[in-house]
């Protein structure tokens, strides 16, 4: 997938993948990470569209940062 800005804030955009964690609940796991052990940020807000769709996520900004920094 080609690389776009962020829609709402223009900032660039991390790739990655959804997880779900032993609770049932979603989580986000960048590509960045790498090894064996990828922690999951955890999703904890989300909004779809029930007319076309779409579907908007939401996760700790600061605690992604942290992911990626690997701290």
Do not use: H
């Not at 989580?27 to 569209?49: D, E, F, H, P, W």
């Amino acid at each position: 997938m080609e690389a776009a800005p962020c829609p709402k804030c223009k900032a660039p955009m991390d790739e990655g993948r959804m997880s779900w964690t032993g609770n049932n609940s979603a989580g986000y796991v960048s590509n960045k990470q790498t090894g064996m052990l990828r922690v999951v940020t955890k999703i904890s807000q989300a909004r779809a569209c029930p007319n076309c769709g779409f579907v908007e996520m939401y996760l700790d900004p600061n605690e992604l940062k942290l992911r990626l920094s690997g701290k």
